[in-house]
C-alpha cells in the first residue's frame, strides 16, 4: 500500500464522515475533497478540475431543465392528475396508480421535481379519500426512487455511470438499457406496498376519526390545545392600541389569528388593526407565558424625580454623546439588532437627529450617519469609544443640559418587585424587559448594595427598587397583558378559515437557498404577511413564537401556515416554498404543453435511437425549451441544482484518484474478490449492499462515482462483465429506501408526512432485501456476469 492509497483512504474517510453527520454541506465536502486531492498531488492539478467537464455534468443540468420545461407548461400536473383520478376511492387502488404514476414520471424527469409537483396531488386526493397522507408519501418517494432506474436520464447515478463506461473503453449505457431491471424493481416495489408494505404505513393520526382538515390540522400540529382565547377588560391599556403596539408576539410569543367583537369574527387582523375594549383575542401559543407574566406581580410603578438621573450619574458612570460617522458599519441597523449595550459596554438614553429627539420607543429606528446618541456608562469604556471607526466624535456633557434638552426625567420609573414574584431569582435577560417591552434596567436599587448599568446575568430579588429607561405606554401595556381575562371557550380550526381567510402546510422546495437561514432572517412575516404557526420536524410539531423564529430552516420542514388566501397564492409564486395545495399552485403555461411534451420526446428519440449523445440531445432540448418560451431564461438558473452539480464535479475527482492511485484496485482484490470467490452470487450481493447501505446517507451519485471504479476494477480483476457490475452499482445506488437522509425525495415528504425516521426504515428494510433479490437472481438474466 503506497501513500496515494493512504492518502485517498482517509480522504473518503474523512468524506463518508461529513456526508454522514451533515457537519459540512454536501457540495462543500465534494470541494474540499477535489481541494485535498490536488494540494496532495494525488491528482494533477490541471486534472482537478475535469470532472466539471463531463458528459454526466451537462446532462444532469440539461435534464434538470427539461423537468422544469414539463413542469411549467403544467405537462406533468396533468399527466399526474388524470391517472390519479383513475383511482377512484379504492386506497389500494389509489396507493398502485400513485406509485405508477411517479415511477413513470421519475423516469422522464428528474424523481425530486416529480415528487414535488405530485405531493399537493396527493394531498388534495387524501382529503377525498380522508386517508392520512402518512399513508401515501412514502410509497411516493420511493416510487420515484425505484422510476429513476428506468432510463438512463431517470437519475444521477445512470447518467454518471454510463460516462464511466464509455471512458473505459466499454461503450455506454443505451437510453433505454437500464428498463429491464428498472422496470422490474417498479413492478417489484409496487406489488410490495399494495400487498405487504401499506401495513407498515404509519398513520399519523389524533383526535376523532372523522377525519377532515381540521382533525389533520388540530391533531396533527396540536392547534387544539395551543388555540387559547383572551378578552380585553375594561379600561384596559390594550384599548386604541394597534397590534404591533400590544406586543402580544413580543412579550407572550402569541400569534393573533383572529378577533372577535360584538358577534363578528375578524380573522388574520392585519398589523395595524386597532384593539378595542371587550375583544376576544383568538391567539395560538401557550397559556404558560402569560401566567409567569401574571406571577411577576404588580411591580408597582412611581415616577421618578428629576434628580434620578443625577444619582446614576456617580463614581465612574458618566455621560457622553457620539455621532455616527458617515462610513460607520452601523447605519442602517437599529439599536436593538446591534446589542449595542453588550457591543460598546454602554446604555443609548436617547438620539437625536437633526431637530428631532426620541428619549423612548427609538429601539427599532434605523440608524443615519450624522446621529448623536446620548450614552450612559463608564468612563473608562466610554473613553474607548474615541478610537472607534463606527463614531466619528465623542462629546462629555453634564446631568443638567442633558436633562434639560432630552427631559429624560419624563422617561424614568421605579419599579418595585414584590415578595413572592417570579421575577426573584431571574435574570435581566430571562425577564426580557428589554427586548420585550423597551423597557431598560439602569439601576438595581437594594438595601446592600446599588449596581448601575447591571449587566444581563444580573439576577433579582424581591425588594430590589428598579429604575427603569421607558415610555410610560410600555409599561402600561405590560400591566394590560397581565390583566387579560382568559375565556373558556376554545373556537374550531374550521371556524378560523373562511373564503379569503385560511390554513396552509408549506414545505421548502427542492432548490430553496433558505436551508439553515431563521425565519428572522429571511423576514417571513414581513415579506408574505403570514403568520408561522408551527414547524414540523422530526415527527413533532415545535410551537411558541419566540422559538421557531430562531430555528434554522431544514430539507423536509413543513410549516403551517395561516393568513389571506391571496397572500398564501403570492407565496406558491416564491421558487423557494412548495405550498402543498394543488390550487394554490402558480399558473401554468399551459399554451407550451404540446411543445414541451415534443421536445422531450423528441430529446428521448435521439438518445435512445443513438441520432445524437444523450448529454447533446438533452441540451438541446434544453436550449429549445427556453428558446420556444417553455421556460424563460431566468428560470434555467431556478431549476438546475448548483449543489449537485458542485457534488458531481467535486466527486469525479475522487473517482479519478481511486482509478489512478491503484486505491480502487487494491479494494477489488482484498474485498469484492474474495466474496467473489464464493461465487457470483454473493459478489453481487457484497456490490449491492456497498452500494445500498452508503446510499442511506450518502448523495447516491456520490455513492456511484465512489463505487464505479471498484466495480470497474472487479471486472478487470475477474475477468467478468463490466456493464453487468456498473449495473449492480446503478440499482444500489438508488436504493434509499432505509433512511430519509440519502435521497432528497425522501426529505421532501419527511415534514409533509409527518414522518420519523423508523417509519422509512420499517417500510423500507422489506424492500431492500426484496430489491437485493433482484439484483442478485434477475440482473444476471438481463446483464450476464
Not at 410569543?253 to 363578528?264: H, N, T
Request: proline share 4%.
Amino acid at each position: 500500500m503506497n501513500a496515494d492509497i493512504i492518502i485517498v483512504l482517509a480522504i473518503v474517510a474523512v468524506a463518508v464522515v461529513f456526508f454522514v453527520t451533515e457537519w459540512v454541506r454536501y457540495d462543500g465536502v465534494a470541494l474540499m475533497v477535489l481541494l485535498a486531492l490536488a494540494i496532495s498531488g494525488v491528482i494533477p492539478m490541471a486534472r482537478a478540475i475535469d470532472g466539471f467537464a463531463n458528459p454526466a455534468v451537462v446532462t444532469i443540468a440539461a435534464v434538470l431543465v427539461l423537468s422544469g420545461g414539463l413542469y411549467k407548461t403544467g405537462v406533468a400536473n396533468l399527466v399526474g392528475a388524470q391517472v390519479l383520478r383513475l383511482a377512484g376511492d379504492s386506497p389500494i387502488r389509489v396507493t398502485a396508480l400513485l406509485m405508477l404514476t411517479s415511477g413513470l414520471m421519475s423516469g422522464v424527469m428528474n424523481n425530486t421535481a416529480a415528487v414535488a409537483l405530485l405531493v399537493p396531488v396527493v394531498l388534495d386526493i387524501s382529503r377525498r379519500l380522508r386517508m392520512r397522507p402518512s399513508r401515501l408519501l412514502i410509497p411516493l418517494s420511493f416510487a420515484a426512487l425505484l422510476g429513476g432506474m428506468t432510463t438512463l436520464i431517470g437519475t444521477g447515478p445512470n447518467i454518471l455511470l454510463s460516462t464511466v463506461l464509455e471512458r473505459m473503453g466499454g461503450g455506454s449505457f443505451g437510453f433505454f438499457s437500464f428498463t429491464p431491471v428498472g422496470a422490474a424493481a417498479l413492478a417489484m416495489g409496487i406489488l410490495y406496498v399494495v400487498l405487504a408494505g401499506r401495513h407498515f404505513l404509519p398513520d399519523r393520526s389524533t383526535g376523532d376519526d372523522d377525519g377532515g382538515d381540521e382533525i389533520d390540522l388540530g391533531g396533527r400540529y396540536g392547534l387544539a390545545t395551543s388555540l387559547l382565547t383572551f378578552r380585553i377588560p375594561a379600561h384596559s391599556a390594550l384599548d386604541g392600541r394597534s397590534l404591533v403596539e400590544a406586543r402580544l408576539g413580543q412579550a407572550l410569543g402569541f400569534d393573533l389569528l383572529a378577533v372577535r367583537r360584538k358577534g363578528r369574527l375578524v380573522r388574520a387582523p392585519e398589523r395595524d388593526f386597532v384593539l378595542r375594549t371587550g375583544d376576544v383575542l383568538i391567539v395560538e401559543g401557550r397559556s404558560e407565558a402569560l401566567d409567569r407574566l401574571r406571577n411577576w406581580g404588580h411591580l408597582g410603578r412611581r415616577r421618578e424625580s428629576e434628580d434620578a438621573l443625577e444619582r446614576l450619574v456617580k463614581d465612574s458612570t458618566v455621560l457622553a454623546e457620539v455621532e455616527i460617522a458617515e462610513t460607520s458599519d452601523l447605519v442602517g441597523s437599529t439599536v436593538r439588532s446591534l446589542d449595542f449595550r453588550n457591543r460598546f459596554q454602554a446604555h443609548v438614553v436617547a438620539l437625536r437627529r437633526g431637530a428631532e429627539i426620541w428619549s423612548a420607543s427609538f429601539q427599532s429606528l434605523k440608524l443615519e450617519p450624522g446621529d448623536s446618541l446620548l450614552l450612559l456608562g463608564r468612563e473608562d469604556q466610554l473613553q474607548q469609544l474615541r478610537h472607534a471607526t463606527e463614531f466619528s466624535a465623542i462629546e462629555w456633557t453634564d446631568i443638567g443640559s442633558a436633562t434639560e434638552e432630552y427631559e429624560l426625567h419624563r422617561w424614568l420609573m421605579r419599579l418595585d418587585i414584590p415578595d413572592g414574584s417570579w421575577l426573584d431569582g431571574q435574570t435581566l435577560e430571562a425577564t426580557r424587559l428589554r427586548r420585550a417591552f423597551d423597557l431598560t434596567v439602569l439601576e438595581i436599587q437594594r438595601e446592600d448594595d446599588d449596581i448601575a448599568l447591571p449587566p444581563a446575568s444580573e439576577r433579582l430579588r424581591s425588594g430590589d427598587c428598579l429604575i427603569v429607561e421607558g415610555a410610560p405606554a410600555c409599561f402600561a401595556v405590560l400591566e394590560a397583558l397581565q390583566a387579560l381575562v382568559s375565556v373558556n371557550e376554545r373556537p374550531s380550526v374550521a371556524e378560523l378559515e373562511s373564503e379569503d381567510v385560511g390554513f396552509a402546510e408549506v414545505t421548502l422546495a427542492p432548490s430553496s437557498n433558505l436551508v439553515g437561514k431563521t425565519l428572522r432572517e429571511v423576514l417571513f412575516r414581513e415579506s408574505y404577511g403570514l403568520t408561522l404557526i408551527a414547524i414540523w420536524r422530526g415527527g413533532r410539531a415545535f410551537h411558541a413564537n419566540l422559538r421557531i423564529q430562531r430555528m434554522g430552516l431544514a430539507f423536509g420542514d413543513a410549516l403551517l401556515v395561516y393568513g389571506q388566501r391571496k397572500k398564501i397564492s403570492l407565496l406558491a409564486r416564491d421558487p423557494r416554498f412548495l405550498v402543498l395545495h394543488a390550487e394554490l399552485h402558480e399558473v401554468f403555461r399551459v399554451d407550451k404543453a404540446p411543445i414541451a411534451s415534443l421536445l422531450m420526446v423528441g430529446v428521448i428519440l435521439a438518445a435512445s435511437l443513438n441520432l445524437l449523445p444523450v448529454y447533446i440531445a438533452a441540451l438541446l432540448g434544453a436550449l429549445l425549451m427556453v428558446f420556444t418560451g417553455c421556460v424563460k431564461g431566468n428560470e434555467v438558473y431556478t431549476f438546475v441544482e448548483w449543489r449537485v452539480v458542485m457534488l458531481i464535479g467535486g466527486m469525479l475527482a475522487l473517482g479519478l484518484a481511486m482509478e489512478d492511485s491503484g486505491t480502487a484496485e487494491l479494494i477489488a482484490r482484498e474485498v469484492v474478490a474474495r466474496a467473489a470467490r464464493m461465487g457470483p452470487h454473493v459478489l453481487i450481493a457484497s456490490l449491492f449492499l456497498i452500494c445500498g447501505l452508503a446510499a442511506q446517507f450518502i448523495p447516491t451519485s456520490a455513492v456511484a462515482v465512489l463505487v464505479a471504479p471498484i466495480a470497474l476494477s472487479t471486472a478487470s480483476e475477474l475477468g467478468l462483465s463490466a456493464p453487468a457490475l456498473l449495473m449492480v452499482v446503478a440499482v444500489g445506488s438508488s436504493c434509499a429506501f432505509l433512511s430519509p437522509f440519502g435521497h432528497p425525495v425522501n426529505l421532501l415528504v419527511m415534514g409533509v408526512g409527518g414522518y420519523k425516521v423508523i417509519d422509512y426504515t420499517r417500510v423500507g428494510a422489506p424492500l431492500f432485501l426484496l430489491m437485493m433479490l433482484l439484483v442478485v437472481f434477475f440482473l444476471p438474466i438481463i446483464w450476464p456476469l
